[in-house]
T-cell receptor, first 119, second 112 residues
Framework: EAGVTQFPSHSVIEKGQTVTLRCDPISGHDNLYWYRRVMGKEIKFLLHFVKESKQDESGMPNNRFLAERTGGTYSTLKVQPAELEDSGVYFC?????????????????FGAGTRLSVL | QKEVEQNSGPLSVPEGAIASLNCTYSDRVSQSFFWYRQYSGKSPELIMSIYSNGDKEDGRFTAQLNKASQYVSLLIRDSQPSDSATYLCAVSWGSGTYKYIFGTGTRLKVLA
């Protein structure tokens, strides 16, 4: 079974340009998460989809970031226009459908990330 | 104050020794705890999950959770050079989106 895949693995763009990152979750996983790690900092939550619906987008930095999940399958994260501080590694994770059992966890499976460099 | 804290390291241990990785967190209700291992440029890979106070063992790995003291640790017995990686502590609160809050990660070096 394929894991979480992300495209591209690395993107270098100039400030002001637009970049679109893609995530293909594990087949059948309803939950899809985006996270970001900027240099020297911890991985931080951006947003969460349940199927095609945004469940929580409290971590999105500003309105230059737009996430979509077409038909509840793959997801895209667009940054427009990109700024220098958007540089970092963007991770996608997915987990199976439904809420976890109370007191138990929600195991998330991660992709290798997209390294974004804004020059 | 950060919600999840880890020592960034590097933590260096000789081959065959026990590596002890620690993580502290701020108080929340119904937490779940995860340890991920990440090799450079690769995806974080789940090593252990733990939900209740006490120890949980899986092969060479033992996770320990102490909710009263608000810490979770990972012990790696018989450390191997292949264990050299960054270990990420993640906490998931028990309601809402079950998103993860991460520590900065601890870089472990196992010396041959």
């Amino acid at each position: 079974e394929a894991g979480v895949t992300q495209f591209p693995s690395h993107s270098v763009i100039e400030k002001g340009q637009t970049v679109t990152l893609r995530c293909d979750p594990i087949s059948g996983h309803d939950n899809l998460y985006w996270y970001r790690r900027v240099m020297g900092k911890e991985i931080k939550f951006l947003l969460h989809f349940v199927k095609e619906s945004k469940q929580d987008e409290s971590g999105m930095p500003n309105n230059r970031f737009l996430a979509e999940r077409t038909g509840g399958t793959y997801s895209t994260l667009k940054v427009q226009p990109a700024e220098l501080e958007d540089s970092g590694v963007y991770f996608c994770a997915s987990s199976p459908r439904g809420q976890p059992t109370p007191g138990a966890g929600n195991i998330q499976y991660f992709g290798a990330g997209t390294r974004l460099s804004v020059l | 104050q950060k919600e999840v804290e880890q020592n960034s390291g590097p933590l260096s241990v000789p081959e065959g020794a026990i590596a002890s990785l620690n993580c502290t967190y701020s108080d929340r209700v119904s937490q779940s705890f995860f340890w991920y291992r990440q090799y450079s440029g690769k995806s974080p890979e789940l090593i252990m999950s733990i939900y209740s106070n006490g120890d949980k063992e899986d092969g060479r790995f033992t996770a320990q959770l102490n909710k009263a003291s608000q810490y979770v640790s990972l012990l790696i017995r018989d450390s191997q050079p292949s264990d050299s990686a960054t270990y990420l502590c993640a906490v998931s609160w028990g309601s809402g989106t079950y998103k993860y809050i991460f520590g900065t990660g601890t870089r472990l070096k196992v010396l041959a």
